[in-house]
């Protein structure tokens, strides 16, 4: 992968993430949205699954564009992360904590560019059942942030995590 060839390291430690509860919660509602999500557009590509809402080809650009800005967003924080980037988490190890460019308007630009990219394909495939899968997903993440991620930041980065928590929201910057 990229991140391998970038940094020698490709950032997996989700074996490491199922020692607590919340973790495998975490990682078994993403999966299943994932899953989900993936079976959703394979009907909606056969014509077996009718859509709710028709946005036309207006809604078909927009949810495009909102896929493409998710993307963007995501592939350029995990950039800005380096060898820091990391899914899942291990208590082993001392990374750096990132809080400058992107991560100093949002603690997870990462989770906001993919939860971009779920609303763009519930714009492109306008059904009830992608919305849930989109849900699904943001619950998810949501737990991973709140149960998982950041206890492990301030088990490693104490004060330092705290004062960044203070001064940056958790997912959109403040306008």
């Known amino acids: 992968t990229i991140q391998r060839i970038r940094t020698g390291d490709h950032g997996l430690r989700?074996?490491?993430?199922?020692r607590s509860k919340s973790a495998r919660l975490a990682l078994y509602l993403q999966l299943t949205?994932?899953?989900l999500f993936v079976l959703v557009l394979l009907l909606n590509a056969l014509n077996l699954l009718n859509p709710h809402w028709d946005w036309g080809f207006a809604g078909s650009?927009?949810?495009?564009?909102?896929?493409?800005?998710?993307?963007?967003?995501?592939?350029?924080a995990q950039f800005q992360m380096g060898s820091s980037w990391r899914i899942g988490v291990d208590d082993s190890e001392q990374t750096e904590?990132?809080?400058?460019?992107?991560?100093?308007?949002?603690?997870?630009?990462?989770?906001v560019g993919?939860?971009?990219v779920g609303i763009g394909f519930v714009i492109l495939v306008p059904h009830f059942t992608t919305m849930f899968c989109w849900l699904i997903a943001a619950m998810g993440i949501?737990?991973?942030?709140?149960?998982?991620?950041?206890?492990?930041l301030h088990r490693v980065f104490g004060d330092a995590y705290s004062d960044y928590r203070e001064n940056v929201n958790r997912y959109f910057p403040t306008l």
Do not use: D, W
């Open 61 to 76: 650009i927009f949810g495009l564009g909102t896929c493409a800005i998710g993307t963007i967003l995501t592939m350029i």
């Open 114 to 116: 993919v939860l971009l």
């Open 14 to 18: 989700v074996a490491k993430q199922f």
């Open 142 to 152: 949501h737990l991973q942030v709140t149960r998982v991620e950041e206890p492990h």
């Open 97 to 111: 904590l990132i809080t400058k460019k992107l991560f100093s308007l949002s603690r997870n630009p990462i989770y």
């Open 33 to 35: 949205a994932i899953g």
